[in-house]
Structure formats: structure tokens, C-alpha cells
């Protein structure tokens, strides 16, 4: 079992920055590759963010190339996602999210394990 848990979130001013954490137990964290999806009202879960297990491989969504940025250090079992330039449109639940293989996936449902979600919220 796994157990993966956010961290970070809160209310920002557009074009602040915060930074999200999520730290996971119960597995050999380096095994596996890690992820950041999203969720706004009213709107599907969307991919935002993964890594590879080694950390070695990142992808992000357009919407968020070049303001976000997804890091991980296996030695801390934690994942993080930088987020600067924020724009009101980012403002949705966040959610972790860990995929059994070396470069995970940018579909939900192809994620093993999910955190609970921290709420981030950019007001104009």
C-alpha cells in the first residue's frame, strides 16, 4: 500500500509563486515514477506534471511549460511541483500521484495511487 500526501497549497495573487509537496510512504519510492494532475470545479482531472523514477525525465502539460516545474528527491521519498507566474486559471485542487513503472503516464487512469488533493486558489 501506499500513501501519498500534498502538501503546499493555499491562496496566491496571480503571477506568485508556491511550491507543493507530496510525501509517500509505504513503497520503494524510487521504483516509480510520480505525477501532478489538477482538478478545477466543474472540470475533468487534468495531467500538469511527471517525472521519471530517477528524476532523470520530466514532461509538462503546455499550459503550465515554463512557469511550472516538477522535481523529486528519492532520498526524502517526496515529490515537488514549483509553481511561479500563477494565473487565476490555475486555481484548482492538486493532486499527487504515483504510476508502478519507470516514466508514469499523463492519464489518470493509468496512476496507481493518489494522494487526497491540496486547493490551490490565484486570485486576480
Not at 489538477?38 to 512557469?67: L, N, Y
Not at 516545474?69 to 532520498?75: G, L
Not at 514549483?82 to 508514469?104: H, I
Request: proline share 2%; aromatic share 10%.
Amino acid at each position: 500500500q501506499v500513501q501519498l500526501v500534498e502538501s503546499g497549497g493555499g491562496l496566491v495573487q496571480a503571477g506568485g509563486s508556491l511550491r507543493l509537496s507530496c510525501a509517500a510512504s509505504g513503497r520503494t519510492f524510487s521504483s516509480y515514477a510520480m505525477g501532478w494532475f489538477r482538478q478545477a470545479p466543474g472540470k475533468e482531472r487534468e495531467f500538469v506534471a511527471r517525472i521519471s523514477r530517477s528524476g532523470g525525465a520530466t514532461w509538462h502539460a503546455d499550459s503550465v511549460k515554463g512557469r511550472f516545474t516538477i522535481s523529486r528527491e528519492n532520498a526524502n521519498n517526496t515529490v515537488y511541483l514549483q509553481m511561479n507566474s500563477l494565473k487565476p486559471e490555475d486555481t484548482a485542487v492538486y493532486y499527487c500521484a504515483l504510476a508502478m513503472s519507470t516514466y508514469g503516464s499523463s492519464r489518470p487512469d493509468d496512476m496507481d495511487y493518489w494522494g487526497k488533493g491540496t486547493l490551490v486558489t490565484v486570485s486576480s
